[in-house]
């Protein structure tokens, strides 16, 4: 199980190293062989999940209460193969298996690998087991602690969309942006649950949504694909985990949008944190248009 971080110990393992802005961090880390695989590794998740779609497939409960089908674990165990096989080097986190090193670290107990994948075979498997087409498999590079490259795929309606950092994002290979929209009284903003925030975080989000236009509710990964395609404007949510958001970032900002913590602070997460089973506090927010991002976060005030 993840644990959160707070602190001096997050401040000094991983949002120092993600904000140091290098070259290497940019689109020259991801070559056209690794866009490839990524697309590989979807197609992979697909060929697994879809024919188990609207079918009386058994659900299991996970420790924290989640739930978690054989599609799940099969489809990790697919996408995980074709890393192992293409990039062996390479760390994954998969919220089915966990963290595993790349095969140079596996030896010598280390942990600063440069990239690491972050999957989720089905992030929202409520929707899942359900019948509703509003599930996606999240699949992220990250180099050294930033999100490189990101895809969101939603296998049932066969629409994908492809984030690489210094390049537009694309769905279905066609360009997209989020649209302008300044002003949170005019906001059309997704969460996938109110039942998500509790406590302090309850207040916070309950401040910001009684300031827009229209809150809704129930679309998980596949709200942010709508607002990088400029259907919506807000999306907040609390209580994630780094595979749940890390493939939404270049999605998000490859659109033009912005996508933060609730502090307005880069979302990253290091190799090593992931080999100790820590993470970063759950709350995200992501807006298509930055000046409304910035009300937003004035209206969460969260400290």
Same mark, same amino acid.
Do not use: C, W
């Given at each position: 199980? &993840?644990?959160l971080m707070n602190g001096p110990r997050r401040a000094a393992?991983?949002? =120092?190293k993600a904000e140091q802005k290098s070259a290497s961090s940019s689109s020259s880390a991801v070559t056209p062989e690794i866009i490839s695989v990524a697309h590989e590794l979807a197609d992979a998740a697909a060929a697994v999940t879809a024919p188990y779609f609207r079918t009386a497939v058994p659900v299991d409960i996970k420790t924290? $209460?989640?739930? =978690?089908?054989? $599609?799940?674990?099969?489809?990790?165990? $697919?996408?995980? $193969?074709?890393?192992? @096989?293409?990039?062996?080097?390479?760390?994954i986190f998969g919220e089915e298996?966990?963290?595993?090193p790349g095969t140079s670290n596996k030896d010598n107990n280390n942990h600063s690998g440069e990239y690491m994948w972050v999957i989720?075979?089905?992030? #929202?498997?409520? @929707?899942?087991?359900t019948g509703k087409p509003l599930f996606g498999t999240l699949i992220a590079l990250l180099h050294n602690g930033r999100p490189v490259l990101g895809i969101i795929d939603q296998p049932i309606l066969k629409e994908r969309w &492809? #984030? =690489? @950092?210094?390049?537009?994002?694309t769905l279905n290979n066609n360009p997209i942006s989020t649209r302008l929209c300044a002003e949170v009284s005019s906001a059309y903003m997704y969460a996938?649950?109110?039942?998500?925030?509790?406590?302090? @975080?309850? &207040?916070a989000f309950n401040r910001l949504r009684d300031q827009v236009r229209i809150p809704l509710y129930g679309c998980d990964c596949y709200a942010y694909g709508l607002l990088a395609a400029g259907h919506c404007d807000l999306v907040a949510e609390a209580? &994630?985990?780094p595979y749940d958001y890390m493939a939404l970032i270049p999605v998000i900002q490859g659109a033009g949008g912005v996508i933060t913590d609730w502090k307005g602070k880069e979302l990253c997460w290091s190799t090593e944190e992931a080999a100790q089973g820590e993470a970063p506090p759950g709350e995200v927010l992501a807006a298509g248009d930055s000046t409304c991002h910035i009300k937003a976060l004035e209206l969460l005030a969260w400290k």
């Open positions: 199980m &993840l644990k393992i991983g949002i =120092v924290d $209460a989640s739930p =978690v089908t054989i $599609a799940d674990r099969q489809a990790e165990i $697919a996408m995980r $193969a074709v890393i192992n @096989s293409r990039f062996p080097s390479h760390a298996q966990g963290y595993t989720d075979p089905i992030d #929202g498997t409520k @929707s899942f087991i &492809l #984030g =690489v @950092s210094g390049k537009p994002t996938t649950t109110p039942h998500m925030f509790t406590g302090a @975080s309850e &207040l209580d &994630l985990k």
